[in-house]
């Protein structure tokens, strides 16, 4: 079934549409962007989803102020981008320093509070409430964009014929080279952090901490560490998140709330603690909200509970979960 659903995909987007198809579903240019916004989208719910993924679904640290440190990056690239003139700069510094805040948070906040869900529910949307005031009190309402490097500037011609005219020209497709560069981060975000938690000596100290954790440190090691690692690990993928999502976007106040609840739904939808579950879960989310807003505006956000609700009559434990 997969193999057909791909292969359907694959030929509405390199074929040349008959015209009962465009009098069906629209233009192909329409399609195709919609699809391409779907995947860059997905990147970058994936590259949010992913730090939530270790803090939440792996740790099951109750984190709901994952949000705040999503903006809080973003905010923090944009001073440093803005003020030294280097969006890479920014990008670095603001991985950093939420890494830094993250392993404070783990510290200070969750190490107190391991296991006790409802503390950490509470405590973690109090810190939510209290950042967004400070940054809305620092940065204000205003809406804040990045300028990306050059290099990054610009669109691309995809190997894609949206229209073959009379003369016999071919009209290829044209998209933005920067929501490409967002979509292969996430991919190299995502295999990173698989064959991290997969294939190297941490990744396993980290899943047999969660496991057994009186065990792992009976072995000698120092289990606080890993955790604070992980922690800060995911706090830094939210403030890179911020950045990157903040370029291709714009970072204003709310966002948080809105990524926050695209975390959780990814995980939900793609199963706790599994990196590929949260890829599947935001490429599920990404797709049904971008091809909503295009044509069915009216019921677009409905898509994305919806497949919620599926997933969670059907397998409650999400696609990859265990």
Known sequence: MALVAAAILLWLVFAVWPDWLIDAIGRKKTFVTTLFNGLTLAGLYFLVASGFTLIFGLMRNVNLAHG??????????????TRSGSWILGVVVAFVALAVIGAVLQVVVFRRMQGDDLR??????????????LMLAAWGGTTYQFTPPDALFGAVELPIISVV?????????????????????????GV???????????GMMIRAGVDDREMLAATGVNVDLVFVLVFAIGAGLAGLAGVIGGTALSIAPGEDVRYLLASL???IVGGMGSISGAAIGALLIGLAEQFGLAYFPTYGVVLTFLIMIVVLAVRPQGIMGK
Do not use: C
């Open 120 to 133: 950490q529910t509470l405590v973690t949307i109090g810190i939510s409430i209290i950042a967004a005031d």
């Open 192 to 202: 990173g952090l698989w064959i991290l938690l997969n294939r190297t000596r941490i």
């Open 68 to 81: 705040s440190l999503y903006l809080l990056g973003g905010y923090i690239g944009y001073e440093v981008s």
């Open 165 to 189: 005219k009379a003369s016999g020209a071919m009209v290829m497709i044209k998209y933005p080279f920067y929501r490409l560069f967002v979509l292969g981060i996430a991919i190299v975000v």
């Open 265 to 267: 739904v990814v995980v």
